[in-house]
């Protein structure tokens, strides 16, 4: 029976121990990407019933033309859409930047290279597209918000 040597068996649970906190970013960020595709979704589900509305009355009556309050409220719900598609992109880029530092702590270790300037670099990219996804994020919120508060004022 072959027994693994000892510095063997240290270095890779010190890798471990190293890769576990980039484990749990990964798994912090795939929250966050559940949280923002939810609201993807329910924005997409409220174009399509505009639009559905506007196909609808079209059928019935060719010279419909939806009302301002229609038009506006699509636009600013596409503005939203693409808002949230930009906040998925970055978080969806923060976990493969992730995945990539715990990549390069293994195959540095099982490759014996330097990775600190890739580690460093990867990781810093990985906290700028998270803290990128969070300011889309608070800004859908603000969009969300202030389309409520203009229509509790009637402004909208």
Same mark, same amino acid.
């Given at each position: 029976m072959v +027994?693994?040597?000892e510095t063997i068996v240290v270095n890779i649970s010190t890798l471990i121990q190293l890769s576990v906190a980039p484990v749990f970013l990964i798994a912090g960020v795939a929250g966050l990407l559940n949280v923002l595709i939810g609201r993807l979704a329910r924005i997409i589900d409220k174009l399509e019933a505009i639009d559905r509305h506007t196909v609808i009355e079209r059928s019935k009556d060719p010279d419909f033309?939806?009302?301002?309050?229609? +038009?506006?409220r699509r636009k600013f719900l596409v503005?939203?859409?693409q808002n949230i598609?930009?906040?998925i992109f970055f978080g969806a880029a923060t976990g493969l930047?992730?995945?990539l530092v715990i990549l390069i702590i293994f195959s540095s270790a099982?490759?014996?290279?330097?990775?600190k300037f890739f580690i460093a670099g990867f990781f810093i990219t990985a906290m700028l597209f998270l803290v990128v996804s969070l300011i889309l994020f608070l800004r859908e919120i603000h969009f969300t918000t202030s389309f409520i508060e203009g229509k509790r004022k009637g402004v909208i």
């Open positions: +027994v693994p040597d033309q939806e009302d301002t309050s229609t +038009v506006k503005k939203r859409m598609n930009s906040s930047m992730v995945a099982l490759f014996d290279f330097n990775s």
